[in-house]
């Protein structure tokens, strides 16, 4: 808001305009009110007060982030289509489903691990939220650091997990040959035929052993059978996998940046020196949506088969 009083019915005059000449509205001149400023060092020209950009903030990231939410739901949608039409067609071939097999071969501890790593990194982003509040500059250097650094791991431990996958055979188009790493889990692929994928096994399906688990694979020197899977229906499991565990990390590297940026910021008192603390916890929505979609990512591709 202006500083200058205004007297109603009245317009304001400088000590340096002619009196002949014609009053601007609250004695502020055009190009002054166009690209001067007019109230917080970080308050834009567009904006009446703080409080209307902050609002203007809040609701632009909130807007975001449904489209977020709907982008995310989209694949999501997929997944749920495709569990439930291969779960219904193995049932009645008597297969194996598809994506529980798919989800076993996934390193479930790895993904437990990288879990708890994102759950404290939003305790340490909320907590730089608040720093930011009470312009606590070295906390919120501090947390915010340590924010940046369990994004980091995060993502180091997802890049080792996608090579061992891909060492495994389980990348579609790049690395697709899952026959040897199914045999050590005790499955075997049925042969694909129609145009839909669908599969075949000759011969009768002999019983599974219970025995046979990931932590006990050996009975007597050999591997228990487990049950047949569609290996071209597992494939499309690896490929949302994949298409939503990208997405996520690419938010991620996306969020590394701007915390990164935000650190630099704080070391030069941009958001602990006045009142343009928002930045951060706007930062903060964004950080701690990413989280909440991989505690949702995290149960649907690592726990169904468990």
């Known amino acids: ?12 005059r400088s000590p340096e305009q002619h009196p002949g000449a014609p009053a601007q509205a609250h004695g502020i001149d055009s190009n002054e009110h166009s690209h001067g400023h007019h109230g917080p060092a970080h308050l834009h020209h567009h904006f009446t007060d703080a409080a209307q950009q902050r609002e203007s903030n809040a609701l632009g990231m909130w807007v975001f982030m449904v489209t977020e939410v709907m982008t995310f739901g989209a694949l999501f949608f997929v997944y749920t289509l495709y569990r439930h039409t291969f779960d219904v067609s193995a049932f009645q071939a008597g297969f194996h489903s598809p994506f529980a097999v798919g989800s076993e071969l996934l390193d479930n501890g790895l993904g437990f691990f990288n879990t708890l790593v994102l759950l404290v ?5 909320a907590g730089a939220v608040h720093a930011a509040a009470l312009k606590n500059k070295k906390l919120l250097i501090t947390l915010l650091s340590v924010t940046w650094l369990l994004g980091f ?16 055979g389980l990348v579609p188009a790049l690395q697709w040959n899952p026959g040897h790493t199914l045999e050590e889990y005790g499955y ?5 035929d129609g145009i839909n994928g669908g599969g075949s096994f000759a011969g009768t399906i002999p019983a599974p052993h219970v025995a ?11 591997i228990p059978f487990r049950g047949v899977v569609n290996g071209m229906q597992m494939q499309m499991f ?3 996998y994949f298409c939503l565990a990208g997405l996520h990390a690419i938010h991620m590297i996306i969020g590394l940046g701007l915390v990164g ?9 941009i958001f602990t020196s006045g009142s343009n603390d928002q930045p951060v916890e706007i ?3 964004y950080w701690h949506f990413v989280d909440i979609v991989w505690v949702f990512l995290y149960p649907l591709l690592y726990l169904i088969a468990h």
Not at 1 to 12: N, R, Y
Not at 153 to 168: G, N, R, T
Not at 188 to 192: G, R, S
Not at 261 to 269: E, S
């Open 1 to 12: 808001m202006s500083e200058i009083a205004i007297h109603q019915g009245e317009p304001t």
């Open 121 to 125: 990194s939003s305790l340490t982003m």
């Open 153 to 168: 791991a995060f993502l180091a431990i997802k890049s080792v997990e996608w090579a061992h996958d891909y060492q495994e």
């Open 188 to 192: 075997k692929l049925a042969t694909v």
């Open 212 to 222: 046979g688990t990931p932590e006990a694979p050996e009975v007597n020197g050999e």
């Open 238 to 240: 690896f490929v949302i």
């Open 261 to 269: 940026r935000y650190i630099r910021h704080a070391a030069h008192n």
């Open 283 to 285: 930062l903060g929505l």
